[in-house]
């Protein structure tokens, strides 16, 4: 039986999610929101009460805490600790708290580990993130980074978070976002960046069914010329 990997990473607001989702959908694979599950651990130091300055023991809590994704990539659910959590981590704090939590190494290494334990389960997977070409499975047999300006990856963002936090201003989304960008490309560990062997394609001026296209196609022109050199 052929794993078949697909990995697609990039800043937020990229379109990560819903074309990891439409991809696990359209080749009946398993889907994997890495991002959800560092919502998960986030949720988890906030019902615990910690600081999130304080590195050990958010790793300790994040430890403990029981992340499982559920569901079909069409309805995705988030289980912490057995309690669905879906909606509970879409807020803007726990976005934002995620997003500081992700640099602490120790958090970091226990999600990948997580991350893997699930990927290698079944005939593939989709698994989306910030790190997931070039640390989760930098063996993945496609890799993704999708990419565009940050005023147009604020706007999607935007659209979707006003459904939790009404009170929010675009202004307060694209500054977000340009801190997330900065947080993510300088941190110590599994830093945002480009596996060399990456597709990149530039989301600004596409649709989410043309970037749907191209990369179903290099999707089913890998997994042809994997399949015949197995043969």
């Known amino acids: 039986m052929i794993l078949f990997i697909i990995a697609i990473d990039g800043p937020s ?6 074309l990891g989702r439409k991809l696990a959908r359209e ?36 430890s403990r805490a029981r992340i499982e994704l559920a569901g079909d990539p069409d309805v995705p659910r988030v289980l912490l600790d057995g309690r669905d959590v879906s909606e509970e981590i879409r807020t803007e704090q726990i976005t934002r708290l995620s997003s500081v939590i992700s640099t602490i190494p120790e958090v970091r290494r226990d999600l990948v580990r997580r991350q893997r334990e699930m990927g290698r389960r079944g005939r593939g997977v989709v698994l989306d993130g910030r790190d997931i070409g070039t640390v989760v499975f930098p063996d ?23 459904r939790q936090e009404h009170a929010l201003t ?16 300088t941190r110590a560990d599994s830093p945002l960046a480009i596996a060399e062997d990456a ?18 196609e ?7 010329d994997l399949k015949s050199r197995r043969l």
């Open 13 to 18: 607001g990229a379109g990560k999610s819903t």
């Open 27 to 62: 080749l009946g694979l398993l889907y994997i929101d890495t991002g959800a599950m560092y919502r998960a651990a986030a949720l988890a130091v906030v019902e615990a009460g910690i600081s999130a300055t304080d590195a050990e023991a958010v790793a300790e809590v994040a």
């Open 140 to 162: 993945a047999n496609v890799k993704f980074f999708l990419t565009a300006v940050p005023e147009a990856r604020a706007r999607r963002r935007f659209a979707e978070d006003r």
């Open 170 to 185: 675009f202004a307060d989304t694209l500054a977000d976002i340009n801190t997330r960008d900065q947080r993510d490309a």
């Open 199 to 216: 597709v990149v394609i530039d989301t600004t001026e596409l649709s989410i069914e043309e970037v749907f296209s191209r990369m179903l």
């Open 218 to 224: 290099v999707i089913r022109e890998r997994h042809a």
